[in-house]
Nanobody
Framework: QVQLVESGGGLVQAGGSLRLSCVAS????????MGWYRQAPGKQRELVAH???????NYADSVKDRFTISRDNAKNAVYLQMNSLKLEDTAVYYC?????????????????WGQGTQVTVSS
């Protein structure tokens, strides 16, 4: 009933930039927090950046001053601008949303994940 679709991943050289997008669709009543996580091979999934509905953002220390998260609430979208990419940023990036669905006047709040988009940074 709800889909989060990421786009914008790819292969980039170290020092380059990428912009990830994630759009949520389906039986959405409201979206609370949205964020980006990543998982590198052999590592646990970790928080990259997170933004509340009123625009407050927080970042992992490893990406501060390089990555910027933003939202377009009218489009149910969240973005991640990634600059000065490093080899260690290579990972699958996942969009996450804390949202409430409405189906026939029944409301349900839960966390949803996108399918992930690969970001590979080369030297």
């Amino acid at each position: 009933q709800v889909q989060l679709v990421e786009s914008g991943g790819g292969l980039v050289q170290a020092g380059g930039s990428l912009r990830l997008s994630c759009v949520a669709s389906g039986s959405i009543f409201s979206i609370n927090d949205m964020g980006w996580y990543r998982q590198a091979p052999g590592k646990q999934r970790e928080l990259v950046a997170h933004m509340t509905i009123d625009g407050r953002a927080n970042y992992a220390d490893s990406v501060k001053d390089r990555f910027t998260i933003s939202r377009d609430n009218a489009k149910n979208a969240v973005y991640l601008q990634m600059n000065s990419l490093k080899l260690e940023d290579t990972a699958v990036y996942y969009c996450n949303a804390d949202l409430t669905t409405e189906v026939r006047m029944t409301y349900s709040r839960s966390y949803y994940w996108g399918q992930g988009t690969q970001v590979t940074v080369s030297s």
